[in-house]
């Protein structure tokens, strides 16, 4: 089971193999290619970091305490119609991002995120609605 935050959720669905730093990829591309893989993997929804914060790079400025990615993460998750603590499959949290998510919706609650800028979060999005799944990274 992986314990995922809330904005995680959406990075995941823009992930293409981008990140801070090498240790943080191979991680993200490891949990991302699992739940592409098997998408009956189990995530409980955490406050706060998680196991992708665990390898957010030591350069003095960890932004995941930082109050406006906790706010994202609210965000994301009353958007899903999710809560801190619940277990889903990827396939549910997938479910519910067809039933209440729009690719506009990553312009609105990821505003600010740096990652945003380079539009691979609708595409994910998008992709989810067509049910392709996530998408394959190399």
């Not at 990827?90 to 990553?106: A, L, T, V």
Request: charged residues 30%.
């Amino acid at each position: 089971m992986f314990k995922l935050r809330g904005h995680h959720l959406f990075c995941l669905l823009g992930y293409r193999g981008m990140g801070y730093s090498p240790e943080y990829v191979e991680n993200m591309t490891k949990l991302h290619q699992t739940l592409r893989q098997n998408p009956k993997t189990w995530v409980q929804l955490v406050e706060g970091p998680d196991q992708l914060c665990e390898k957010y790079p030591n350069t003095g400025d960890y932004h995941c305490e930082e109050n406006k990615i906790y706010e994202r993460d609210s965000a994301i998750l009353k958007k899903l119609k999710l809560e801190i603590g619940q277990i889903f499959t990827w396939e549910d949290i997938e479910s519910r991002i067809i039933k209440y998510i729009h690719p506009s919706d990553i312009k609105t609650v990821c505003g600010t995120c740096s990652w945003r800028l380079y539009g691979v979060c609708e595409e994910g999005v998008q992709e989810i609605l067509e049910g392709k799944g996530l998408r394959e990274v190399n």
